[in-house]
Every structure is written in C-alpha cells, then in structure tokens.
C-alpha cells in the first residue's frame, strides 16, 4: 500500500464561506514519485485573494507563480511538468494565457490541453 504526502490540506468550509461545503482537499498530493497540484487560477496561493482581475496574463502569471510553489513543497520543479490543462471563459484570452504560460518552464516540451469553459471558480 503507497502513502500519499498531502501539501496543504484545507476545509472547504473555511475556504467557499456561504456554500453548504465541507470537503477535506489538499492544495497538492505526492504520490510515490509524483507531485500533483490542484488546479490554479488568478488567485493568491497564500492568501486566498484574488489576483489580475481583468488582466487574464496577470491571473496566469500568479497561478505559474502558484503552481511552482506548489511543485517545490512536492520536492519537484516546473521542469518535471508533463501536461498542463488550460480553462479559459472565453477563447479571446488564449493568447495573452498562452503567451504566459508558455515562459514557465521556458524549453521543456510538454503536453498542453485548452479549454473554453463557460465559468470557473470565481467570476472574476
């Protein structure tokens, strides 16, 4: 039986005030020799605000940032990215997200997946 290292872990309850949720998750999951993050959008990884609104580069730039950090609390580093999915609300951003996601990690090929989605987790 493996173990899995949860980086992380927060309640729901605290985190979607208003909502009937309470879930147990974790912001990133080690799993023998590989780190998962949850998934990013333009919010502060350490507290909870939202980041970029209206400026969708800025929003990928912080979750990139986010997720790095992520990786490295995994004991692992942009590097060893092997798929990234995408989500976009509307297909207009996929340039400005491209263009920045693709800087981090600058040189490694790696598998991407795009999304037009018609809503994410927070509006903004």
Known sequence: MSTHERIRRFNTARTSPGQNLSND???????????????????????????????????????MADIAMLLDECGSRLEGIVKTTVCLTEFRYREPVHRTTGRRPEGVPYV???????ALTRPE
């Open 25 to 63: 998750l974790a912001q990133a999951v080690v799993a023998g020799d590989t780190g998962r993050p949850r998934g990013r959008i333009g919010q502060d990884l350490d507290t909870g605000e939202s980041v970029g609104v209206g400026d969708v580069a800025a929003q990928a730039e912080q979750a």
């Open 112 to 118: 991407s997946a795009g999304l037009v989605v018609s």
